[in-house]
C-alpha cells in the first residue's frame, strides 16, 4: 500500500463550511465592481516568466524568490502568476484596448500563487481580487480607485481597518530619494539584514519594507519620500488627498509605504487590518503610469489595487461579519419502503426542476423519527413524509419544520407546477 497523499504546503482546501462564504463575499465584489463601472477580465492562471520579470521587477522578493516558474514540454519559460495586474496589462496590449481612447476599467478575481513562508493569512496559493484602471492620469482616479476600496470594506460591515496612503514619486524626483536613503543607511550597514545590504544597491525604498525588527527600528528615521517629492508629484499628491477629503475617505499617510512591486509611481498606499500585528495588510494598490509602455503598449498611466480573500474572510471572521449563508434544503424527504422511494424520486426530480431545493437520502433506511432529526439538522423549512401507508393511499405528509404544522397531499392529481402542491 503506498502512504496517503497531502495537500501541498501553503495551500488549503476550501470546504463546503466556508465555500458558501466565498460565494457571497465574491458576489459582492462583482456587484459593487459593476457599479463604479469596472467589468470582469480573467487571464490565464500562468503566462510567459518574461512578463512577471519585466513587469513586477528583477530586484523584487516575488521574482527573486517567490516565483513557481516552469519549463513546458516545448522549452518555453512560464510561470504561475503571482499577481494579476501584469497580466491584465499584456492582455490590454494585446486585445488592443487603448484603442478607443475612453478609460479601460478591469477586475479579475483568482488565484495567484508565491512561494513564500506559508503562515496565518500569507499562503503560496492565494486567492486575489483586484481592479485597474487604465488610461488616466487625474489623481481623481487614484481616489475613486481607493474610494472603491473603502466603500468595499465599509459595506461589508468592516470597521478595524486603516488607510495608509503614501506618493513615492515618478523617475524624475524618486533617484534623489534613493540617494538620500542611500546615505543615511551607510553608517547602519553593520547592522542591517543581509537582503537590506543587497537593498542599498539595487532598491534602496525596499529597505523601508524590511519585516526584521533591527532594519524596522533603522528605517523609522530614515528620510521621507514626501520631502523629495517635485512640484508635480507633490501636487498630484496634494490632489488626491483632496478628493479622498471630499469622498469622505480618511487615510493616514504613511511615507514608509513602498510597495513591494517595482512598477509603481506617486500613489502607494494599503489597507491595514488594525486587529492583527502580522499579515495585516488587506489590500494594496498604487499607480503604474509606466508599465504599459514598458511591456511594449502604449503611453498610457494606470492606477489599481488589489486584495487577498484569505485576509478579508479573517478580517470578517474576526469582526462576527455576516458572509452569506450555509445553503439548506427547502423540501427534505423522508421515505419508507421501496415503494415509497420510487414515487419520491419521481416528485422528487419535478420539485428540482421547478427551481426548488430538496434533499432526497435515497439509500436511508432509519425510522421517520431519525430521518426528521436530519432534516431539522440540515435546516431544511419542510419535510415530506411518505411511509407505508401513505406509498399505497397516493398520498404525502406535509410538515412545516418551523411550526410543527402537518398536512396529508394528495398525489392522484399533480399540477402542471408542482409547487403549488406546498401551499
Ligand atoms: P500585493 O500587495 O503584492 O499587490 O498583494 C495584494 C494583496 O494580496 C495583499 O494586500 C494581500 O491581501 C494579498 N496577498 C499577497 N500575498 C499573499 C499571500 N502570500 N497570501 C495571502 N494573501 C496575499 C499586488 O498584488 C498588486 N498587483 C496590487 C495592484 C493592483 N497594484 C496595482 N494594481
Known amino acids: 500500500m503506498e502512504g496517503k497523499i497531502n495537500i501541498p504546503r ?143 470594506l465599509r459595506n461589508l460591515g468592516l470597521k478595524k481597518y486603516r488607510l495608509e496612503l503614501n506618493s513615492i514619486g515618478c523617475a524624475d524626483c524618486s533617484p534623489n530619494y534613493d540617494k538620500a536613503l542611500i546615505e543615511y543607511y551607510q553608517g547602519y550597514k553593520p547592522q542591517l539584514c543581509n ?17 526584521v525588527e533591527n532594519c524596522k527600528t533603522i528605517s523609522h528615521k530614515a528620510p521621507s519620500m514626501i520631502d523629495y517629492l517635485d512640484d508635480d508629484c507633490r501636487q498630484d499628491f496634494e490632489s488626491v488627498c483632496k478628493f479622498l477629503d471630499q469622498m469622505n475617505v480618511s487615510y493616514t499617510v504613511n511615507p514608509r509605504i513602498v510597495r513591494g512591486l517595482d512598477y509603481y509611481n506617486k500613489t502607494a498606499f494599503e489597507f491595514i487590518n488594525t486587529g492583527l500585528k502580522t499579515q495585516n495588510a488587506l489590500l494594496g494598490g498604487g499607480r503604474y503610469d509606466t508599465l504599459v509602455s514598458m511591456l511594449g503598449g502604449p503611453d498610457t498611466p494606470a492606477i489599481g489595487l488589489a486584495g487577498g480573500f484569505e485576509r478579508l474572510i479573517d478580517a470578517m471572521e474576526a469582526e462576527n461579519l455576516f458572509m452569506g449563508s450555509y445553503p439548506k434544503p427547502t423540501l427534505y424527504f423522508i421515505t419508507v419502503g421501496e415503494e ?22 435515497f439509500e436511508r433506511n432509519s425510522s421517520i423519527k431519525a430521518q426528521l432529526k436530519s432534516a431539522v439538522k ?46
Open 378 to 423: 440540515a435546516n431544511a423549512d419542510y419535510a415530506l413524509i411518505m411511509g407505508e401507508d401513505e406509498a399505497h393511499q397516493n398520498t404525502i405528509n406535509l410538515k412545516n419544520l418551523n411550526t410543527s404544522e402537518q398536512r396529508v397531499i394528495s398525489l392522484t392529481e399533480i399540477p402542471e407546477n408542482i409547487t403549488e402542491l406546498l401551499f
Open 340 to 361: 415509497a422511494k420510487n414515487s419520491c424520486a419521481k416528485i422528487c426530480s419535478l420539485f428540482r426542476k421547478n427551481d426548488i431545493n430538496v434533499e432526497f437520502d
Open 10 to 152: 501553503g495551500t488549503y482546501d476550501i470546504l463546503p463550511q466556508q465555500s458558501y462564504k466565498w460565494h457571497w463575499l465574491k458576489d459582492q465584489f462583482h456587484l459593487l465592481a459593476n457599479k463604479y463601472g469596472f467589468q470582469e477580465i480573467v487571464t490565464p492562471i500562468f503566462e510567459a516568466y518574461q512578463l512577471f520579470e519585466r513587469g513586477v521587477g528583477k530586484d523584487t522578493d516575488i521574482i527573486e524568490k517567490e516565483m513557481y516558474r516552469f519549463v513546458d514540454r516545448k522549452g518555453r519559460s512560464l510561470a504561475l502568476r503571482p499577481e494579476g495586474t501584469a497580466s491584465v496589462v499584456r492582455s490590454y496590449i494585446e486585445n488592443h484596448m487603448h484603442k478607443d481612447g475612453n478609460l479601460t476599467k478591469l477586475y479579475y478575481l483568482g488565484p495567484m500563487f508565491r512561494y513564500d513562508r506559508p503562515q496565518k493569512g500569507r499562503y503560496r496559493q492565494f486567492y486575489q481580487y483586484g481592479i485597474e484602471l487604465l488610461g488616466s492620469k487625474s489623481p481623481y482616479y487614484d481616489a475613486e480607485v481607493i474610494s472603491f476600496a473603502d466603500h468595499f
Open 195 to 211: 537582503d537590506c545590504l543587497k537593498r542599498i544597491d539595487s532598491n534602496p525604498k525596499r529597505l523601508l519594507d524590511c519585516k
